[in-house]
């Protein structure tokens, strides 16, 4: 029987790690700074201290190359990677048309230092 393929990620992911402050939507006073590990055009993963719950909509500020980017996120997945480590999934909601530029220039950069 043959393998069963995988099926293609809609965005590229790269390797990366930006200084990202987390803040759950609506809450006040609940930022708290992570590090991503890959980030792409749909969004990004990082390690944090605790879990956030699936579906929890976030406000990232990722500190990139080009700048600063600001997007409105939901957690799609997360995975315990040890004693109050966790890795953090996050699909990109909505950002301004001048973070998606820095998004993409920052992604074209990776993807040329890819090659």
């Avoid at 809609?10 to 980030?39: D, N, Q, W």
């Avoid at 792409?40 to 990722?62: A, P, W």
């Avoid at 997945?77 to 966790?86: D, I, K, L, R, V």
Wanted: overall charge positive.
């Amino acid at each position: 029987m043959p393998d069963k393929a995988t099926p293609a990620r809609r965005f590229p992911r790269f390797l990366a790690e930006y200084a990202v402050l987390v803040r759950r939507t609506g809450k006040i006073g609940s930022e708290k700074m992570a590090r991503t590990r890959t980030i792409g055009g749909g969004g990004c993963m990082f390690n944090f201290h605790e879990s956030l719950g699936v579906g929890t909509e976030l406000d990232l500020v990722i500190s990139m190359l080009g700048g600063v980017v600001k997007a409105h996120s939901r957690v799609v997945w997360e995975s315990m990677a040890g004693p109050y480590q966790f890795e953090i999934g996050v699909e990109f909601l909505r950002m301004t048309p001048d973070d998606q530029q820095s998004l993409d220039t920052t992604l074209a950069a990776l993807a040329a230092a890819r090659r």
